[in-house]
T-cell receptor, first 114, second 113 residues
């Protein structure tokens, strides 16, 4: 079974530039999450999708971050404009359905803002 | 709100030593509890889980028991190997509804030969 795919693996941008990350969840997984993991900290939820609808985006900095999951499969997370403090690993995860207790994670995208 | 507190790292052990990484939680209701592991250069992988009080999760020689009375889920392994060197994350998830994982800050383990 293929896992959660993310790209790119690494990205370096200058502050005030924009960047986009892509995630392809495990086939058939209805729930998709984006987490931000700052160095030395645990992952923090940014946004959760159920199919193509947003379940929770309370922690998403909406002035600069946006995410979409068109057609309820792939998802993109965008930052515009980026700040130095956005340097982190961005993790995508998916789970099967509402009752699933396990989430499967991708390898993440490491973003460095200089 | 829901939160997870893990012991600070890094933890450095010699091969075959006993490992304990403490984890306590605060949650409304009775959550499911997890340990995830992140090996160098890789994504998070589920190590073990427990979904109700007194359950013991186990995998690859690691164990953790869901203790409701002490709100704890400590990770243990009797004899660590160099290949266990990684960052370990304790996490919880509410059992009601489709809720996300809440993670602790992680504990880095280094095992030396």
């Amino acid at each position: 079974e293929a896992g959660v795919a993310q790209s790119p693996r690494y990205k370096i941008i200058e502050k005030r530039q924009s960047v986009a990350f892509w995630c392809n969840p495990i086939s058939g997984h209805a729930t998709l999450y984006w987490y931000q993991q700052i160095l030395g900290q645990g992952p923090k939820l940014l946004i959760q999708f159920q199919n193509n609808g947003v379940v929770d985006d309370s922690q998403l900095p909406k002035d600069r971050f946006s995410a979409e999951r068109l057609k309820g499969v792939d998802s993109t997370l965008k930052i515009q404009p980026a700040k130095l403090e956005d340097s982190a690993v961005y993790l995508c995860a998916s789970s099967l359905d509402r009752e699933a207790t396990e989430a499967f994670f991708g390898q993440g995208t490491r973003l460095t803002v200089v | 709100g829901n939160s997870v507190t893990q012991m600070e790292g890094p933890v450095t052990l010699s091969e075959e030593a006993f490992l304990t990484i403490n984890c306590t939680y605060t949650a409304t209701g009775y959550p499911s509890l997890f340990w995830y592991v992140q090996y160098p250069g890789e994504g998070l992988q589920l190590l073990l889980k427990a979904t109700k009080a007194d359950d013991k999760g186990s995998n690859k020689g690691f164990e953790a028991t869901y203790r409701k009375e002490t709100t704890s889920f400590h990770l243990e392994k009797g004899s660590v190997q160099v290949s266990d060197s990684a960052v370990y994350f304790c996490a919880l998830r509410r059992n009601s509804g489709n809720t996300p994982l809440v993670f602790g800050k992680g504990t880095r383990l280094s095992v030396i030969a």
